[in-house]
């Protein structure tokens, strides 16, 4: 049940625009557009063929029952910017608050994952596009199902995968959040070589991960025992001119266990 919402959720459609405190998506189907590498092309969603017999499914349309954006985040504040869903297993839960309750959500903690990285131009962009063209960009929508699998556990990173390359084949560049959420996911999975895998693909697309989302990918290899491989992963990312800085690596691991060590190994022979 999970993957038909999560397929019906990315199955774009004729484009809705949204005011700037109203999110409503269209439900009137049409060919998908030419996509080009841009990672803010608007996009609206037919969130379900069963919407027409079911109209309480389907987000309210009424002013007076609209959904309002959430506020304005706190710079200073050491809250999380948007709270996770309780049971992130719960894929069709996740699923259906999507489509009754839209991407906002998602769409602010990608732009403060992005922020916080630095990379301020590429998250204005994000959001001048919601707020100038009143669109939900296609890499914040297909970002949102990725990371609810990639949240799911280690049974759904065949899914985390599959979404990906979709949006690679409908012509929608990732930004440095959406691959930083898949090899995370695949890290947390013990899926090493996955892991590795995207985190070059993150240098090859000129994104410089940050040490958490290295971590993960280093931290399943020393899980499962597939350290010569991690030492391969590092040259490799040694050659397109990458290092990882020891005290930064120090600071944002836990400091202890055999995992720990492993790492320390692994990056800095010591």
């Not at 350290?227 to 040694?238: C, F, P, R, S, T």
Request: proline share 7%.
């Amino acid at each position: 049940m999970a993957t038909v919402a999560a397929r019906r959720l990315l199955r774009p459609t004729s484009f809705t625009a949204l005011s700037s405190h109203n999110r409503i998506f269209s439900s009137t189907a049409s060919p998908p557009p030419n996509r080009s590498s841009n990672t803010n092309s608007p996009v609206s969603f037919d969130w379900s063929d069963d919407d027409d017999e079911n109209p309480s499914a389907r987000p309210s349309t009424s002013p007076s029952e609209r959904p309002t954006l959430p506020p304005p985040c706190d710079p200073f504040s050491k809250k999380p910017v948007v709270t996770d869903p309780a049971d992130p297993t719960n894929l069709q839960e996740i699923f259906h608050r999507m489509r009754t309750e839209g991407l906002t959500d998602y769409a602010i903690k990608m732009f403060d994952g992005l922020s916080k990285e630095g990379l301020t131009h590429e998250a204005l962009a994000l959001f001048s596009v919601i707020k100038d063209k009143g669109a939900m960009p296609d890499v914040v929508a297909h970002t949102a199902v990725l990371e609810a699998y990639a949240n799911a556990g280690p049974g759904h990173w065949r899914d985390a995968v599959r979404t990906y390359n979709r949006m690679l084949s409908t012509g929608i560049a990732p930004n440095a959040y959406t691959l930083a959420v898949l090899v995370k996911g695949l890290g947390a999975s013990d899926r090493w070589a996955e892991a590795g895998k995207y985190l070059l693909d993150m240098l090859d697309r000129g994104m410089r991960p940050n040490v958490a989302t290295c971590l993960a990918a280093f931290e399943a290899h020393v899980r499962m025992e597939k350290v010569e491989e991690g030492k391969e992963l590092l040259e490799k990312m040694k050659k397109k001119a990458f290092t990882l800085d020891e005290d930064a690596v120090r600071s944002s691991t836990v400091k202890r266990g055999h995992v720990f060590r492993g790492v320390i190994n692994l990056l800095f022979g010591k």
